[in-house]
């Protein structure tokens, strides 16, 4: 496929992930020297691009020597925003001291720049309003407040990679490199993009991150006899429990306590009782036991076949696929 030189803008802002930013650098300057190789033209002019100031100090040991500031003059095709990292309670403020960014990252948008997220770099498309009405991902672990925060925004959990028009977003750690080869592919062709994520050893057309994600209970509501019922959920789970039964619990009727639950954790009961269920046997799994059907039984399931559906669906993985992808190996 032909191949035309974009600008890239790596953005680099106080309480970015430093990895991030390096192997985003690297995944894209390994994309250049492929294509040398190949006799083919350098698809891409990679800058960094610092908020405030040209030197940005990372969490560790090391500082970012930026280009330009987003202040300065100068055009770009793609606009690339890492994640941050911060704790939960403090992205409010990350977000507030990042204002003007967010208002750049607009201006850039309507000047048709081509616009990467990159797990949790999600928040600044989705403060910006951006991502409104469209498909998105970020780190499964955010996806939580993320759709309390930005109720508008088709936030798709599983997703490694979602795109609409001139937007791309990926999902959760080192899974948003994913995103990283999806775009590469969309410029050099598929021949580069493979090379790579075999030299980078990433798992080439991934497109679920549904394997990675640790289920703690939706808990970012209010609702005090909800909570009440995910704690009895949590503690009956092993047994053959019943929706019923947690109504009765909280004194709700049936058809109440599903409207509540459901509104307060997006999953209707029968659901959130499957996904403890499933993280439990995980956990199971990964600390060694190998015995399936013992597994099956502890978590109250009689049938084997319907355990096996439910823990494939939640997971993408049938259980003896899970069981041998993190079980511990000796040394």
């Known amino acids: ?10 953005i680099v802002y106080d309480g970015v992930l430093s990895t991030a930013v390096s192997n985003t650098v690297s995944l894209l300057m390994s994309t ?9 033209p350098i698809p891409f002019n990679i800058e960094l691009i610092g908020v405030q100031h040209k ?11 930026c280009h330009k500031t987003i202040s300065e003059k100068f055009k770009t095709d793609v606009v690339i925003i890492p994640p941050m990292n911060t704790d939960p309670e403090h992205i409010d403020i990350l977000l507030k001291q990042n204002n ?5 990252i607009k201006e850039r948008y309507l000047e048709k720049v081509q616009l990467i997220s990159l797990c949790t770099g999600a928040y600044f498309l989705a403060e910006s309003g951006l991502l409104h009405h469209i498909p998105a991902t ?6 939580e407040d993320l759709q309390k925060r930005y109720p508008k925004i088709d936030f798709k959990p599983d997703h490694v990679v979602t795109q609409s028009n001139a937007i791309i977003t990926g999902g959760g750690g080192f899974s948003s490199l994913n995103a990283m080869l999806y775009f590469i592919e969309q410029n050099t062709g598929k021949e580069i993009s493979i090379e790579l994520s075999k030299f980078y050893a990433l798992d080439y057309g991934r497109t679920s991150q549904r394997v990675f994600t640790v289920f703690s209970g939706q808990r970012l509501h209010d ?7 995910q704690r009895y959920i949590e503690t009956k789970f092993k047994t053959d429990i019943r929706v019923e039964q947690i109504a009765d619990e909280v004194n709700m009727s049936r058809r109440n306590f599903i409207r509540r639950f459901k509104n307060a954790t997006h999953l209707n009961p029968i ?14 799994f990964e600390t060694g036991e190998k015995n399936i059907a013992d597994v099956t039984y502890s978590m109250g399931y009689n049938d084997l076949k319907t355990f096996r559906t439910v823990f494939k669906r939640i997971t993408g993985l049938t259980p003896a696929d899970y069981r041998n992808k993190f079980k511990g190996h000796e040394i």
């Open 1 to 10: 496929m032909p191949i035309t030189m974009k600008h890239i803008s790596i």
């Open 32 to 40: 250049n020297e492929s294509a040398l190789k190949k006799g083919l």
């Open 55 to 65: 030197t940005v100090q990372s969490n560790l040991p090391l500082q970012f020597i």
């Open 100 to 104: 003007v960014l967010i208002h750049w």
């Open 138 to 143: 970020s780190h499964w672990g955010a996806i």
């Open 223 to 229: 609702d005090d006899e909800i909570h009440k019922a």
């Open 271 to 284: 659901e959130y009782i499957q996904r403890v269920k499933v993280e439990a046997a995980k956990k199971a």
